[in-house]
């Protein structure tokens, strides 16, 4: 990563002025008269027929359910990556991870396995909706992965941007509410549990393949110990904003804390951006190209 991007990593979780971006966000939900709807629809089980969770095996919480969630991921980098679309970044990324979830399954230590490989599969089904919703027209997209979708769509940012923006919507916006739906369904993730995933989390760096593939200047001065304190950090957040949904004493509460979580994790969103965007002058022509040279090898 070049040192522009590096910065953003310590940056997106306290970018200044954040929690002012938050309130602003919140009172333009508000008078759109959409945070009611963009939280009750979050906090809702939205289970459709082509979700990965739906496999008897995710069901169970057996092993083999992580099989099906790689091969899911897999499917979906392979069109990217031939495309040399700016959303491959994230998608190799979350691809590596869970081959090393899988790989590691055995080993970490998890006190209840079957919940941990549950929340694999809902949580990868989280991120699928939404690309698949940004991308066909179809469904609800939250604005995190709306800013996401858009700024790969658009050639924006760095790539580096492109994993920040990733992670960010996927931890920050998308984990409390798979936590939520998880323990609704009466198989709960417990908060020792989730701190064991940061330990297979801490052995997954993509920052060469990244650059070999997509984009030299990925892994120029890159610290993979910054990104994991980061990673971290948000995933705490995320844990006790499932706490907070969980324990919402009306569904009005419940509604409220699911928009401030979208709106959190959009004012992120949008400070990563500013923090990785290519300076004006310059765009994404030598990564792109360096891409298309990589497609044949």
């Known amino acids: ?19 002012v971006k938050v309130t602003a966000m919140m009172k333009r939900l508000a008078l759109l008269g959409l945070a009611a709807s963009l939280s009750l629809s979050a906090v809702a089980p939205s289970v459709a027929s082509a979700d990965v969770a739906d496999k008897h095996a995710c069901q169970l919480g057996r092993p083999h359910c992580v099989h099906f969630v790689i091969k899911e991921m897999s499917r979906r980098f392979r069109r990217l990556a031939k495309d040399c679309g700016h959303d491959a970044i994230f998608s190799l990324l979350y691809l590596r991870t869970t081959e090393k979830f899988q790989e590691t399954l055995g080993t970490i230590g998890y006190g209840d396995p079957a919940s ?6 809902v949580f990868a089904d989280y991120y699928f909706r939404a690309y698949d919703a940004y991308h066909d027209g179809e469904g609800d997209v939250p604005p995190a992965w709306q800013i996401a979708f858009a700024a790969a769509d658009q050639h924006t940012v760095f790539a580096a941007g492109n994993a920040l923006l990733g992670i960010n919507a996927h931890i920050q916006r998308d984990l409390p509410f798979a936590l939520f739906d998880l323990d609704q369904q009466g198989h709960p993730v417990s908060y020792q549990d989730h701190n064991l995933v940061n330990n297979f989390l801490a052995q997954v760096d993509v920052s060469a393949e990244v650059a070999a593939r997509f984009d030299p200047s990925f892994d120029d001065n890159s610290d993979p110990a910054a990104l994991q304190q980061l990673i971290v950090g948000w995933r705490e957040l995320a844990f006790a904003n499932y706490l907070r949904l969980r324990n919402a004493p009306t569904a009005e509460a419940r509604a409220i804390v699911a928009a401030e979580i979208e709106a959190y994790a959009a004012a992120a969103a949008a400070g990563i951006v500013q923090q990785t965007a290519y300076p004006p002058g310059t765009d994404s022509s030598s990564r792109d190209a360096h891409c298309a040279a990589c497609k044949g090898k």
């Not at 991007?5 to 002025?17: E, F």
């Not at 941990?116 to 599969?121: C, G, K, L, Q």
């Open 1 to 19: 990563m070049n040192t522009r991007n590096t910065g953003a990593q310590t940056n997106a979780m306290s970018a200044p002025g954040l929690k």
């Open 116 to 121: 941990v490989v549950r929340e694999d599969a």
